[in-house]
């Protein structure tokens, strides 16, 4: 899980175009949106892309669902390993 995590790291750095930050300086378990790396909604949607792009996955923009995977570089890791599995 752990080589996911980076590899969704490295993800949202350059689909974000994040500079002066690598994927160590990014907590797994911190926030994503407002507090954490402090993203916003567009970001929201242009990860997603990302992730859907990368890994196939697909969520619903407006779910309380897709909020909970959103909410850590750790959720989306095993929001994408268990899609992965399916």
Not at 44 to 66: I, N
Request: charged share 30%.
């Amino acid at each position: 899980m752990q080589a996911l995590e980076h590899e969704i790291k490295a993800l949202v750095i350059e689909s974000l175009n994040l500079e002066d930050i690598t994927p160590d300086d990014i907590d797994p378990t911190a926030a994503l949106f407002v507090e954490g790396l402090g993203l916003d909604s567009i970001d929201a949607l242009e990860l997603g892309l990302a992730l859907q792009k990368r890994y196939g996955v697909s969520m619903s923009a407006d779910s309380e669902e897709t909020r909970k995977h959103f909410a850590s570089v750790r959720a989306l890791a095993e929001f994408v390993s268990a899609s992965r599995t399916r």
